[in-house]
């Protein structure tokens, strides 16, 4: 039997935690033959329902869970301790009458100490999947306090606005999901993201060209999917959860799969400058993997509407980095 993969879930107790922790055990992602160790990271006060969330572990019998560690958050070393993955869940939910701004002060020092804590004691080959929110901006602070972690292993998530805008589109068109393809969310994971319509295809033409309606495209599917979050918290009363979980496993099957010819899955990731983007800020961007690593799509052409929409999404990102700029150092 191989050596287990040991997963971090910091939130682990929390809504999109809960989902998560369970689909990571049960092999789904990194196989049926995969042993997995999950380690379990949680608020002090929280610490009693990860007992719970342990039994039930216990109580699924999964074939591929070799075991699971409870961790507090004033021990993240021991938490992150040899782990192979840590997906950053935990964070303070935005409440009425937050601004974003407060929210990044208040979630900041969270991943001061992630990262730290991640450089410290997670395993050389550590990828990160930053998950709460706003969770590019977290994503960069936790990497610049982890400097010896290299780079290219750091991500925040924008998985949930590609199945959201993959969805979406395949409803407008009336066609199977699996129809829509190289859909790239672009920017920051907020309502300023640019959902990529003119490098989607449907069933191997370009969506443009099978929807026929511009004015949709632009007018009505973007905002749909920029403020598609709030939707659902309208609806069901609380924010996102399973569908965010299954965006997390989406996002760690796009980095260790090889994506499919004509195909891109959507993550932030550290820029390296990439379509004029500032080197060093957490954007998203349309990517490929090879299994072993991830590379951003280059050489799409952006018509002025599409270079608008990044530029916004530019500047809100480089508004939140001089926010927390005194967390990076
Ligand atoms: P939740 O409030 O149900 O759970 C969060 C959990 O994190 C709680 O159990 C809390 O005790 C824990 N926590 C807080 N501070 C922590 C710390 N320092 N260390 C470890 N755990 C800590 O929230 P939910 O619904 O699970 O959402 C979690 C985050 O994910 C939020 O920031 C939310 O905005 C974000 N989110 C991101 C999405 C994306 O697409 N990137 C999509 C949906 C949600």
Known sequence: MSKPIRVAITGAAGNIGYALAFRIASGEVFGPDQPVHLNLVEVPPIMKSLVGVEMEMEDCAFPTLTGVTRCDSDHLEEGFADCNWVL??????????????DLIRINGPIFTNTGKAIQAAAAKDVRVVVVGNPCNTNCLIAMNHAPDVPRDRWFAMTMLDENR????????????????????????????????????????????????????????????VQKRGAAVIEARGASSAASAANAVLDTVKGIIRPTAAGSCFSAALCSDGSYGIDEGLIFGYPLTSDGKSVKIIQGQQHNDFAKSKIQITLDELRSERDTVKDLLK
Not at 88 to 97: H, T
Not at 186 to 205: E, L, R, V
Not at 215 to 221: D, G, N, P
């Open 165 to 224: 805008a993959k969805s979406q589109l395949a409803k407008k068109a009336g066609v199977q999901v699996k129809s829509v393809k190289n859909v790239g969310i672009w920017g920051n994971h907020s309502a300023t993201q640019y959902p990529d319509f003119f490098h989607a295809t449907i069933d191997g033409k370009p969506a443009v060209d099978v929807i026929k309606d511009d004015k949709w495209l632009q007018t009505e599917f973007i905002p749909i």
């Open 88 to 101: 950053c869940v935990g964070s303070i939910p935005r409440k009425a009458g937050m601004e974003r701004s």
